[in-house]
C-alpha cells in the first residue's frame, strides 16, 4: 500500500507543517526556523535591490550619454592646404550632412563647431566646451532641446546662447543675464594673436541630467560660432544620431563611406567604453559576492533540519513502522526546508521589489538622517541614486534562492529517510 503513496501527498504536508509550527519544548526548531525565514530573506532583498540599482545607474548612465551626446562622431583626418596649413573639419558639411541623414537607420547630422573657452560672470569664472549648432539640431537634442529639464526660450537661440545648469550655478547667472567667453585663440593681428572676448545673452538654461555636461556645456549659434572660433566655411565634425543606438558599430563603415574620402568615425561606445566595461565587470562581482550572501542564510536551513531530524528520531521511527517508505520521509523533511526557502524567498521578493520601486522617499529618508551629502553627483557623474526593476534580475535572484534553498535541504532529510527506526526506537 505505501507503494502506491503519491508523491508529496497531503499527510506529508501535514507532518512537515506540525514540525515546522511545533514549540521548542515539543522537539521542534522554531527558533532556528525562523532565523533561516530571516536570512534567506534579507539574502534575497539585498540581491534584488543591488541588480535593480545596478541596471537603474547603468539605464541612467547610458540614457544621459544617448540624450545629449552624439551616437556617431564623423570627422576628418584633414588636408593641408596650398599654405602648407593643415586644415580639418568639412568644408561642404551641409552636403556631408545630407548624405549621412540618406544613410538608413540615421535620424539626426548636424554639423557642428566646438572648442574650449573661459566664461565669466557676476564675478565668477570657469572653463566650459562650447558647441555650436543651429537651432533647429539643438532642439532635436532630447535631454538639451525641446521638451527637456529647461526653462527660458529655445525659439531666441539665434539671438544668444544656451548654458548648462551648472553652468548657470556656477556663474550666478540665469536667463536674461550676460556672460563673457574669452578664448586664448582670437584675433589674428600684425603683432600676434590676441584673446577673443564677447559677451553673450543667456537664452535658455538646461539640465541634461549628467552632471560633467550641465557643469562644462555651453551652445552657440553656428555662424557666430564659425566666426568666435575663426572656422568660417567650416564644421568641426558632424553630430549623428541614430534609431539603434545599441548597433551603432555596425553603421560605421557605412558613415565612412557616406562622409567621403578621409572621414573618421567616434562612437558613443569608444567614448565610455572603458566605464561600460568596468560596470560589467563590477556587476559580475557583486552578483557573486551576493550569491555567496545566499548561500550562507541556506546553510542555516542545514542547521535547522539537522536539530529537528535528531529531536524527531523518535518520530522517524514510529513512522516507519506504520509504514511510511523512506521516501515519505524524505519529502516530508525537505518539505521542512524548502518552505522556509520558499516563503524567505518570496517575502524577500517583495521587500526588494518595494525598495526598487520607493527608493526615491527612501534615498531622501537616508539622506535626511545622515545631514545630506549622502550622494556626489561631481563623483558619479548622475544626480540621484536610480533603481530599475527587470524581470531577468528577478527571475535569477528567485532561483539561485530557491534551487539553494532546496538543494541544501536534500543532505538532512536523505538522512532522516536512511536513519534504521530500530536504532531510532532502541532508547525510547
Known sequence: ?????????????????????????????????????????????????????????????????????????????????????????????????????????????????????????????????????????????????????????????????????????????????????????????????????????????FTAGRYDIDRTRVYMPLAEAQSYFNREGRADEIEVMVAAPERVDDLGPVLMAAAGAGAMVWTWRDSAGAFLRALDIEDNVMFVILSILVLIASMNIISGLIMLVKNKGRDIG????????????????????????????????????????????????VNYVAGGGVWDPSIRGIYALPAKLQVQDVVSAVALSLGLSFVVTLVPARRAARMNPVEALRYE
Not at 15 to 39: K, N, Q
Not at 325 to 350: D, H, P, W
Open 318 to 365: 514510529i513512522l516507519r513502522t506504520m509504514g511510511l517508505t523512506e521516501g515519505s520521509i524524505l519529502r516530508v523533511f525537505f518539505l521542512c526546508g524548502a518552505s522556509t526557502g520558499l516563503i524567505g524567498t518570496a517575502i524577500g521578493v517583495v521587500l526588494g521589489c518595494l525598495f526598487a520601486i520607493y527608493i526615491d522617499p527612501i534615498f531622501s529618508a
Open 1 to 205: 500500500m505505501a507503494s502506491r503513496t503519491r508523491p508529496f501527498a497531503a499527510f506529508e504536508w501535514m507532518i512537515a507543517w506540525r514540525y515546522l509550527r511545533a514549540r521548542r519544548a515539543e522537539g521542534g526548531v522554531s527558533v532556528m526556523t525562523w532565523i533561516s525565514l530571516i536570512g534567506i530573506t534579507l539574502a534575497v532583498f539585498a540581491l534584488i535591490a543591488t541588480l535593480a540599482v545596478r541596471a537603474g545607474f547603468r539605464a541612467e548612465f547610458v540614457d544621459t550619454i544617448l540624450g545629449a551626446n552624439a551616437h556617431v562622431s564623423v570627422y576628418s583626418a584633414g588636408r593641408v592646404a596650398e599654405t602648407g596649413q593643415l586644415l580639418r573639419g568639412f568644408e561642404d558639411y551641409d552636403a556631408v550632412a545630407v548624405r549621412l541623414r540618406q544613410v538608413p537607420g540615421v535620424v539626426r547630422a548636424a554639423p557642428v563647431v566646438k572648442g574650449q573657452v573661459m566664461a565669466a560672470g557676476r564675478g565668477a569664472s570657469t572653463g566650459v566646451e562650447v558647441f555650436g549648432m543651429r537651432s533647429e539640431d539643438l532642439a532635436s537634442i532630447p535631454r538639451v532641446g525641446v521638451g527637456a529639464d529647461a526653462y527660458g526660450d529655445i525659439g531666441r537661440f539665434g539671438e544668444g546662447i544656451a548654458i548648462g545648469s551648472g553652468v548657470a550655478q556656477e556663474l550666478g547667472v540665469t536667463v536674461g543675464d550676460r556672460i563673457r567667453l574669452i578664448s586664448p585663440d582670437g584675433v589674428k593681428t600684425a603683432f600676434g594673436t590676441s584673446p577673443r572676448v564677447s559677451a553673450y545673452e543667456v537664452v535658455y538654461v
